[in-house]
């Protein structure tokens, strides 16, 4: 079975620069999570999207921001990046109709480090 | 504050021996998932409940989510060294996103 795709999977960026995360979530899925997941910590949600439209917001700091494209598959877009932005990022999907709304499948993830 | 308290934190036991892992709310959810991570991977979903009472079993692996939904648990019967890693529930509530617990490290030995 398809699963969420994330790419790339793993980063290394330099103080301030910036750095574009990809999502493809599982096909005919509607909804897109970001989580981003310190050592040690459990997933921090970041943002959703529902059908291409910001569905919630969580603890997304304002040098990041994501959006869904006509074909589903997010992007999470980060700028002036910081050592704390280092972490394991998650994108995870689910759909509306059918099975249990609240079951969200996960991508492997990007590990984003920040030299 | 966190909303789901998973105990307990850190597990290590011998092949063969049974474990039960606790997440408690004082919420109520519409649902509760486990989720199954290894280290530098995605959480991989193992259950979803969503009647309170239910019992749900996978393998070795059993799952109940509490009578009133605030509550849950989760049971491995004769635990393998493949059982290793990160387990984290996880409550929904509607569509809103997902409340996690801390995690529960799961460390079986040969």
């Known amino acids: 079975a398809a699963g969420v795709i994330q790419s790339p999977r793993h980063l290394i960026k330099e103080k301030r620069e910036t750095a574009t995360l990809k999502c493809y979530p599982i096909p005919r899925h509607d909804t897109v999570y970001w989580y981003q997941q310190g050592p040690g910590q459990d997933p921090q949600f970041l943002i959703s999207?529902?059908?291409?439209?910001?569905?919630d917001k969580g603890s997304i700091p304002d040098r990041f921001s994501a959006q869904q494209f006509s074909d589903y598959h997010s992007e999470l877009n980060m700028s002036s990046l910081e050592l704390g932005d280092s972490a394991l990022y998650f994108c995870?999907?689910?759909?509306?109709?059918?099975?249990?709304?609240?079951?969200?499948?996960f991508g492997p993830g990007t590990r984003l480090t920040v030299l | 504050t966190q909303l789901l308290e998973q105990s307990p934190q850190f597990l290590s036991i011998q092949e063969g021996e049974n474990l039960t892992v606790y997440c408690n709310s004082s919420s109520v959810f519409s649902s509760l998932q486990w989720y199954r991570q290894e280290p530098g991977e995605g959480p991989v979903l193992l259950v979803t409940?969503?009647?309170?009472?239910e019992v749900k079993k996978l393998k070795r692996l059993t799952f109940q989510f509490g009578d009133a939904r605030k509550d849950s648990s989760l049971h491995i019967t004769a635990a393998q060294p493949g059982d290793t890693g990160l387990y984290l529930c996880?409550?929904?509530?509607?569509?809103?996103?997902?409340?996690f617990g801390k995690g529960t490290m799961l460390l079986v030995s040969p």
């Open positions: 999207f529902y059908e291409k439209m910001q569905s």
């Open positions: 995870a999907s689910r759909i509306l109709a059918g099975g249990s709304p609240d079951t969200q499948y």
């Open positions: 996880a409550g929904g509530r509607g569509y809103s996103t997902l409340t």
């Open positions: 409940v969503v009647t309170g009472g």
